[in-house]
Structure formats: C-alpha cells, structure tokens
C-alpha cells in the first residue's frame, strides 16, 4: 500500500511539473500564457538565433486558452514595451518591420483580455541581413598532371556594413564536366573569420545514363598565410566548369564565379 501511495504521489507531482518548449521550466502552465515563440518555416542557427534575409516574416506561437481575448502585443525591441499591438491575433503574425530593417532585433509576444495580460514569452533574437558576403577573388582551376583537378579561391568576409549581420556559413562549388557528372561541394566557413569551421560535404551528383563518379581522391586545404582554400582531386578525364558562390546564415550568396579547364 506504501508503494502505491508513493507512486501516486510522484505521478501528482510529475503532472504538475511541466517543461515548454526552449527548456521553459514552468509549474502547472498558466492557459492563457502565449509560448514557444519561433518564425514560421525557418529552423534557429547553433547559437540560438534566426538569420532572415526578410523585413516580412510570419512569427508563430502557441495558446491553450484564447477565449476573451482582446489582443496581442509584439515587442520588437526586448524592452518589455510593445512596438506592435494585433487584434484578433490568436497564434501568428505576419510582421512587418518598416525600413530600414536591417540588424538585431528582440522579440517576445503577450496576451491581452479584459481582465488579465500576460507575460512576455521567453524572446527570440532575429538578425535581418539582406546584403550577400563581399565576393571572393577570382577562382582558378587547373590541372597540374593527367588526371588532376586543382581549384582555387581566397577566403573572404560577410558584408558587415550593418551593426549586428549573419556572418557567413559555407562555400559551394559545382563542378561539372562534358560527360554530364557534376558533384556539388560545401565548404563550412567561421562566420565572421570567414576561416574553415567544419568538415567540407561532398555530394556526388551523377548523370545515370552518361556519367560516372568525378572525383577518386579528395582533399581540402587551408592556407592562413595567403588565406586561400585549395581544392586538389583525382578525376576522370574531360572539359570542367566550376561555379563558385559564398552564402551567409541569412540565405545571401554572392555572384556566381566561374573557371574552365580540360584535364587528360
């Protein structure tokens, strides 16, 4: 009979502790307190924070209890005042910041009814950049023996023109050649050094009726002293094009640049 006492009550106790959403610690959740704030359609970076290259976005959140409710305040600043005030608006927003938009903003949403006004919910940090990284130098390729294919690149910065920016998150070359085999390879970058962050991706992407595997050897490297990334690979024989392109956390990515070369 003690046991089942003791289980009883640790059952009590586990339903009145609940967690929310983003590790909100909360005891027996209050209904009508708006929670688990995010932006629609876009997953938060490592560091917690999402990178938009938009002025417009759709900011979602939950409610068990909306019944009376007035409205709903935004604070776009952290400052617990509201710079937005939605009526009719149960659990999303579409927001928009007038311009200029662009830098840091704080966001956190609460509740209004006749007779009652919630807290703030835990804040999200949103970085609007909509300017793409400064480009690199030009790309080279060439072929230093029968069967090699070098590449080329230096290493460059996100546009930081604006107070608090994206920084950036990889490089992407596609490389193709005449018999219709491409490969597509990512180069992750520190965001604000622009030096190697991780590991490089190699996703081999092949023609199934003309082509074949480009690369049977692969290697990366990084030179801090002249900043250049160097990409060096066994290949099959043919007429290579490889595009360049550098991208930040917001989406933004530079010019294409281009090179061609032929490897025996």
Known sequence: MKNIVVACLIFLFSCSYLQGPSGEDIIARNQKQPYNLRIDGIEPNDDGSYYINSNLFMLKWQIDDSFGLLYTEIDLN???IADQTQPNTINSKLVNISEPSEGLYNIGVRSVFKDYTSNWTNYIRVVIDKKPPFNPSSISC????????SISWSQTLDDYSISVYSGLAFDSLFIANSTSSGALILVGLDPYTGKPYRDYDYINVTDPFAGSKIFYGLSISYDPFNKIYTINGTVISGDYNIKL??????????SEDTCNVTVN
């Not at 060439?142 to 294919?149: C, D, E, T």
């Not at 392109?245 to 530079?254: E, L, Y």
């Open 78 to 80: 952290g400052d617990g």
């Open 142 to 149: 060439i072929s230093y023996y029968s069967g090699n294919l």
């Open 245 to 254: 392109k550098t991208h930040d956390r917001a989406g933004n990515q530079t």
